[in-house]
């Protein structure tokens, strides 16, 4: 866990009356300083920003696979559908109550 010594940058901006009353305000409703609340809502965002760039982004090439995959005709797996016919054996269906002895 970072302490509090481990925060040696500084982050300055310029801003409107109107932005910083609002940051103010969307602050105190969540009991937070201005600066906790302003650091949470950037890093929030940084992380979906990291996330779409990183995770989530795919060539032409990809796209195109990924379009003719879920273009395909649905084929059976039989090994997959062996295990999923084994765990809805080992598993209470919805409605039904697994009963056990003590």
Request: aromatic letters at 0%; zero cysteines; proline letters at 5%.
């Amino acid at each position: 866990m970072p302490t509090a010594n481990a925060r040696s940058e500084r982050l300055h901006m310029r801003l409107s009356p109107d932005a910083l009353e609002t940051i103010r305000e969307a602050a105190a409703a969540q009991q937070q300083d201005v600066s906790a609340f302003v650091l949470g809502a950037a890093m929030e965002h940084a992380r979906e920003v990291l996330l779409r760039d990183r995770v989530l982004q795919l060539t032409p090439r990809e796209l195109d696979q990924v379009d003719t995959a879920l273009d395909a005709e649905a084929r059976v797996v039989p090994e997959l559908a062996a295990l999923v016919a084994a765990v809805r054996r080992d598993t209470p269906q919805h409605g039904e109550q697994e009963l056990t002895s003590h």
